[in-house]
Structure formats: structure tokens, C-alpha cells
């Protein structure tokens, strides 16, 4: 399990780190569409910050990390975490890495001071159940309501990107618009649009559909003889890509074996069961592609 979340990990980071989807990515969930941070403005900032442990100083470590620059000073600092489970604590990372940052600039390790803006991306299938704010957090402390007028606001922005209504989708300049509509429609995703990323893109979409082979897609469009520059619509790269994908995909199932499917099969229906997670269950009995991603989520591929 761990290896295969390292794994989509490093997809997604990859994909996220072009700068055009990265302003593309902050513009439309951040700033509605409006195109205020400009993708010449971002730079790659550091993703590890230190905290003191229990013995001794600990690194941490955020997904991406952007700085925004404005007459060559850095104006903001983006962080961007991706998730694919949700994680009930994670209010208390942000802080860890939030307070990291602001503590490196009181100390003066910085040569200027600015604010930090932590978001997450959330590509996990069911709906995000962890706290978004304090509040919700400590709700079960019983804190009198005068008291909380001294507890500073921390905020968890979370942007579910399966569940994205289409009005913001449709906000999406860069190859990200691709990856969401293609998470929101499935199979019947249908796009003339032009690829920018190729390899990245295929990669995006494999890992979010619970495919963790990735290492041989330069090397296909090389003997595909597709390269990064080329013009090339999501569908003439999909219809390449797809044809073989369900070639290997039989060849694949056939080497599986029954029992060790059955299985896993097992193993997912009792932690959906659980959960409490009925609806999902019914869904994986007669959806392959759906079952598929949730063996990604559950750690069992």
C-alpha cells in the first residue's frame, strides 16, 4: 500500500508542479476563474519545513509549493496537498506546516515576510468526512462559546475534484480541465480539446482510474512517435492509448487468477461494509471501473 500511494503521490505532484496548471489550478478553486495569479509569476518554493519532535527536530513535508512573485519579491505562497483518503487530523498538519513557514520568517530565515495560502486537492471517491475547522474539530471538548472568541480561526480548504459541479470545471484553462471532466463523466468523456502535458496527462488518468503503470508511457509515445510539441486532441491520444490499454488489460486479468481476485474482492466489500459505505458497495458489484478505483483507495492494488 505504501508504495502504490507513493506512487499516485508522485503523479499527482508531477502534474500539478507545470506551472500553467498550477495558476490554472489556484485561479479557478481560489479566485472563481478570474485570472489573478499569472502563471510567468509563479516560482518552485521549498516543500520541507522543520518541527521539533518528541527528541528531536523532524522534517515535514508538503506536496507543492509555489511562490507568487511581484516586482521580483515573493507577494504569496501557495501550498497544495493532494489527498486521496480523507484524514480527520489534517487541520493539525496545516498548522504544523502553515506555522512552520511563518516561524522561518519571524526568525528572519527569509528575507521578506508574506502570507501562506494551504489548499488541498482531494481525489478520493467518497465525499471528505474530516474537519474543516476548529469547531468541528474540537466540537466534542464543550468549549463555552465565550472561549471561543480567543481561539485563533484555522481553516481547512478542501476541493473535492471528482465532485466538481460543472460550472467550475468549466473554468479550467490547462490540461487539468481534461482530468476532471474525464473523473466526472467516465466513460463517456468525449473531448476535441488539445493536450498540453501528454505523458503527465496519461499518467494523471491512470492513477486516478487505479492503474499504477506508468513507467513505460515515454517510452510508448516514442514508438507511437508522439511527442511532447505535437498538436494531439484528448481523443486521438486516448484512442491510441486505450486500444492498447485494453489489450494488455485482458492478457492481465487472464493472469491474475480467480482466487487471489476473489479475494480482494473479499477484503473491499468488508471495509466498505465497515464503513457503512452501502451505496458505494452496490456500485462496485456492477461497475468494473468504479470497483477498480476504489482497490486504489482501500490500498488493496
Not at 480523507?86 to 519571524?106: C, H, P, S
Not at 501528454?198 to 491512470?206: C, Q, S
Amino acid at each position: 500500500m505504501g508504495k502504490t500511494n507513493e506512487k499516485k503521490d508522485t503523479v499527482e505532484k508531477e502534474f500539478v508542479s507545470f506551472p500553467d496548471v498550477a495558476a490554472d489550478v489556484i485561479n479557478v478553486l481560489l479566485y472563481e476563474g478570474e485570472e489573478i495569479t499569472k502563471e510567468a509569476s509563479l516560482r518552485p518554493g521549498p516543500t520541507e519545513s522543520i518541527y521539533q519532535g518528541s527528541k528531536k527536530l523532524r522534517s515535514q513535508y508538503e506536496d507543492l509549493c509555489k511562490y507568487e512573485l511581484s516586482d521580483g519579491k515573493v507577494k504569496l505562497m501557495y501550498l497544495i496537498a493532494n489527498q486521496s483518503r480523507t484524514d480527520e487530523k489534517m487541520l493539525l498538519r496545516k498548522a504544523g506546516y502553515v506555522g512552520g513557514i511563518y516561524r522561518e520568517q519571524y526568525e528572519e530565515k527569509m528575507q521578506e515576510s508574506f502570507p501562506v495560502i494551504e489548499f488541498i486537492l482531494y481525489w478520493g471517491i467518497s465525499r471528505w468526512r474530516g474537519s474543516r475547522d476548529l469547531r468541528k474539530l474540537f466540537g466534542k471538548k464543550r468549549i463555552p462559546e465565550k472561549t471561543w472568541k480567543y481561539i485563533d480561526e484555522l481553516k481547512l480548504y478542501v476541493f473535492e475534484m471528482r465532485h466538481l459541479p460543472e460550472e467550475t470545471r468549466k473554468l479550467f484553462q490547462s490540461d487539468m480541465r481534461i482530468v476532471v471532466d474525464y473523473l466526472a463523466e467516465g466513460e463517456n468523456y468525449y473531448s476535441n480539446r488539445k493536450i498540453k502535458h501528454k505523458a503527465a496527462l496519461i499518467k494523471m488518468i491512470k492513477v486516478l482510474s487505479g492503474e499504477m503503470d506508468t513507467e513505460n508511457i515515454e517510452k510508448w509515445m516514442g514508438e507511437q512517435g508522439i511527442r511532447e510539441e505535437d498538436e494531439l486532441t484528448v481523443c486521438e491520444l486516448f484512442d491510441q492509448y486505450v486500444r492498447q490499454g485494453r489489450q494488455e488489460g485482458i492478457a492481465t486479468g487472464r493472469a491474475e487468477g480467480k482466487i487471489e481476485g476473489e479475494n480482494r474482492f473479499a477484503r473491499l466489500v468488508k471495509m466498505l461494509l465497515d464503513c457503512g459505505r452501502n451505496e458505494d458497495l452496490q456500485k462496485a458489484v456492477s461497475d468494473q471501473g468504479y470497483r477498480q478505483q476504489l482497490y486504489v483507495e482501500a490500498g488493496l492494488i
